[in-house]
């Protein structure tokens, strides 16, 4: 599986952006977005199953952000809303293989490079 992101950028606070993850290949179950700030582990922040479409959100950001799938074109989305400087950080897409839903970075396998968003005045 390959996974490119794209869509960062800077946005002021309070604006939407949404992120973007191509994928080549399916051999996976589950897929999501992943963030990691300056100095920071890097954190689940959305993941969906590829099967029954079940989400999970981390609480900071639930409300907010909503992540979606276009299975016709092998796309994975990530709708920002409302974003904080707390947001700013590298977003990076990545499946996981193996049966487990979970939003945990570890146990995702395949990581495409990061985009990067800042959310700043």
């Known amino acids: 599986v390959q996974l490119q992101a794209s869509g960062g950028g800077l946005v002021q606070p309070g604006d939407s952006l949404r992120l973007s993850c191509a994928v080549s290949g399916r051999d996976y179950r589950y897929i999501g977005w992943f963030r990691q700030a300056p100095g920071k582990e890097r954190e689940g922040v959305s993941c969906?199953?590829?099967?029954?479409?079940?989400?999970l959100y981390a609480d900071s950001v639930k409300g907010r952000f909503t992540i979606s799938r276009d299975d016709a074109k092998n796309t994975v989305y990530l709708q920002m809303t409302s974003l904080k400087p707390e947001d700013t950080a590298v977003y990076y897409c990545a499946t996981r293989k193996f049966y487990g839903f979970s939003c945990t970075a570890y146990e995702y396998d395949s990581w495409g490079q990061g985009t990067l968003v800042t959310v700043s005045s």
């Open positions: 969906v199953s590829g099967g029954d479409g079940n989400t």
